[in-house]
Structures are given as C-alpha cells and as structure tokens.
C-alpha cells in the first residue's frame, strides 16, 4: 500500500520552542519535498531532498532545516519556532524529480506555535 | 520567477452542472499537474497534462502549451467533487492559489 505518514497531525508548540515534524513514505521514492499552506497562498515549497544527505532549499526555507538520513524518512526541523511558522506543513514523495513523476502526499501537519 | 495563477478563487454550483477550472502561468511549462484537496486536507494528483487533453471519469484536463494556461473541466458535478483544485508547474512544482469548489445538492 503506498502511502505517505506524517506525524504528528497536530501539534502545539510555544514560540521559541524546537519543532520536529517527521514523514515517513513505504514506496523507495527517492525525492521528497516539505510544503507549507496557509490560508490563500496555495503551497509553498520548504525543501526538497534528492535522496539520502543530499537536500536543496525550496522557495521559503528560511527558519527551517531538514535531514534525510534513510531514503524512506524526511524530517523537517524548527529551531525556536516562531509565530510566523503557524501553518499546515505537507510532506510528499515522488520516485524521482522526473516531470512526469507523480507526487504523494501526506495528510499533513497542523502546526501552531503560540 | 514563475507564476501560477487560478481562477476562479472560489466556485459554487448545484449538482449536476459543470465545472471550468483555470490555470494561467507565466513561462512554458514543462511539467503541469493538477490537484486535488479534499476538505479534510488531503492532497491527490489528479492529472499530469504539460500539453493536450487528457480524461479521466467526469475530468478533463486540457493544457495549451503555448498560449500558456491549462484548464480543468468537470462535467455532471456531484457533491463530493467539492475541495480545492490547485494546478502546479516545473520541477519543484508550484502551486497556484487553487479555486475551492462548493457543489450543492
């Protein structure tokens, strides 16, 4: 069954805190992303990762970081989250950067930071 | 940097009717997806459709290329069509604003 996990779905965190958002994908893919979504602004693009240890920034990565260690998890970090950072974040995977690969996403995770 | 702009923002229709999405971006695109979102949050590709017209059920993609925008159409809408449909573009793909679809009953 190919699927996407993210955990947590919801999480509360105080500004200042550290934030970790795990993903997790059981299909091999080697090319998985971050997104953020906030209300009228679509997705936006946080990062994306090639494979394992080698990660390139999106259109907004300022405040984040990521890791990838194994092909099959993603992990994006705050590092003393802020108010601004209060979104929903979406991981997805694709087999590869490939134009014609299809994205699969998480069911994503309602952040705020208070 | 490239754009990707939908219309409309937001659509209301009664059951049974049709449904036209647009997609306008600013450069040739070549790779265009469409989406959907359903009102829980989840997110599931629709169509990969960078030129022509693809179908699937009730949908109808149709890009053309060249004069820069992609349409989706949804024919006999049903209740359960409505969520947001964002298209996006390139590589790193991104995403219009989406338009969010209310059907009716």
């Known amino acids: 069954d190919m699927k996407v996990t993210q955990m947590p779905r919801y999480l509360i965190k105080r500004m200042g805190e550290n934030v970790l958002l795990e993903c997790g994908q059981d299909?091999?893919?080697?090319?998985m992303y971050w997104y953020r979504q906030d209300p009228g602004l679509g997705l936006q693009l946080i990062y994306i990762?090639?494979?394992?240890?080698?990660?390139s920034e999106g259109d907004i990565p300022k405040g984040y970081r990521v890791s990838r260690k194994k092909r099959e998890h993603f992990s994006l970090i705050l590092d003393s989250a802020k108010t601004n950072q209060t979104s929903v974040y979406f991981c997805?995977?694709?087999?590869?950067?490939?134009?014609?690969?299809?994205?699969?996403f998480g069911s994503g995770t309602r952040l705020t930071v208070l | 940097g490239q754009q990707v702009q939908q219309s409309p923002a937001s659509l209301v229709l009664q059951e049974g009717e049709n449904a036209e999405l647009q997609c306008n971006f600013s450069?040739?695109?070549?790779?265009l997806q469409w989406f959907y979102q359903h009102p829980g949050g989840r997110l599931v590709s629709l169509f990969y459709?960078?030129?022509g017209t693809k179908h699937t059920g009730r949908l109808t993609s149709t890009t053309v290329t060249n004069e820069r925008r992609s349409s989706l159409h949804i024919s006999s809408s049903q209740t359960t069509d409505s969520g947001t449909y964002f298209c996006?573009?390139?590589?790193?793909?991104?995403f219009g604003q989406g338009t969010k679809l209310s059907i009716k009953p």
């Open positions: 997805a995977s694709s087999l590869s950067e490939g134009i014609a690969e299809t994205l699969y």
């Open positions: 299909m091999s893919h080697e090319t």
């Open positions: 990762s090639y494979d394992v240890d080698s990660n």
């Open positions: 450069s040739t695109a070549t790779r």
């Open positions: 459709n960078p030129s």
């Open positions: 996006a573009i390139q590589g790193k793909l991104i």
